[in-house]
């Protein structure tokens, strides 16, 4: 099977590189020249990576087509396109929604919008894919976990807190540069930060707790600096200001 990618950014960078490290049989990627400086480092990676010009070139060349280009590209380009009877479109894109991309594509063949995130690069990480596929959902379990979703209304809700990884990002930035003003090295309190969120992950995620309020509650010393700290946070309406971005973010995806 041939891969082709329309748009050569972060997301793609991220997706092509977690195929390479997995046990996806493939024939050949070929990559869109644009971004130059993402596509040729990808092409050093692997022999079987091809950057081609253009972007039909891309799409005559191979089985699957991901797109991964940003919504103001992909509602230019998608129309120009020619695509098969034969072929499966795969769309990273946040805000082109499913009728409207079918019209882009202007062929009755298998689409499905894919929601990875960076750390597919490693291997890990949820995918959401709607509508179901079973073969788009083998494809992506052999980089992440695919979560099949049938209904794409509920997929927005997956597309709206995918937004948390900046101000996920942030956070930590936010935290290492405290320690980094009380003196810290900035290597060592960012190293610091990182293993500390990892571990509390990876804690969350394969740990046994009865939800997250219990794993909130048990990660307490009653009168502790954790209790205090979630208190405090509380009080400052740091968790309900989630909310709102959440939902603003979602009133975006659906176009209100
Ligand atoms: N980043 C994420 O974590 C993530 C996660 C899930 C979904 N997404 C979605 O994936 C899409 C891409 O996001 P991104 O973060 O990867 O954006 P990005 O880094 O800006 O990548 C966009 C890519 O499209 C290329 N491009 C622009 N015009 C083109 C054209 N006419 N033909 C072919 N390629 C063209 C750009 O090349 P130049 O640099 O040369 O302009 C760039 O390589 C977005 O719709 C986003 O919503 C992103």
């Known amino acids: 099977m041939n891969l082709g990618f329309i748009g050569t950014g972060e997301i793609t960078k991220a997706v092509v590189e977690g195929i390479i490290k997995s046990k996806i049989k493939y ?5 869109s020249k644009r971004n130059k400086k993402i596509s040729s480092l990808l092409k050093r990676k692997s022999s079987k990576i091809e950057v081609l010009n253009l972007n039909q070139d891309i799409v005559d060349k191979s089985n699957w087509i991901f797109l991964g280009v940003t919504p103001e590209v992909g509602k230019k380009i998608i129309k120009e396109l020619k695509f098969k009877n034969s072929q499966k479109v795969i769309s990273f894109i946040s805000t082109i929604k499913m009728n409207e991309l079918k019209k882009y594509v202007g062929k009755r063949i298998d689409i499905v919008r894919a929601i990875p995130l960076p750390p597919i690069s490693l ?3 949820p995918v959401p894919i709607f509508p179901k596929n079973r073969s788009v959902k083998k494809f992506f379990d052999k980089i992440g976990n695919t979560i099949e979703i049938k209904n794409e ?5 997956f597309w709206t807190m995918s937004s948390m990884m900046a101000p996920y990002y942030e956070m930590l930035s936010y935290l290492s540069l405290w320690l980094v003003k009380k003196g810290i090295n900035k290597k060592k309190a960012e190293k610091y930060i990182t293993s500390l969120f990892l571990g509390l992950s990876e804690n969350a995620n394969q740990n046994k707790y009865k939800d997250l309020k219990e794993l909130v509650k048990k990660s307490q010393t009653p009168k502790g600096l954790n209790e205090q700290s979630l208190i405090e946070l ?4 740091f968790y309900k200001n989630l909310n709102i971005s959440s ?9 209100k």
């Open 27 to 31: 024939k050949k990627i070929y990559l």
């Open 123 to 125: 291997g890990i990480g």
């Open 153 to 157: 209304n509920l997929s927005l809700n």
């Open 234 to 237: 509380k009080k400052l309406k």
């Open 247 to 255: 939902n603003n973010i979602l009133k975006r995806l659906k176009g």
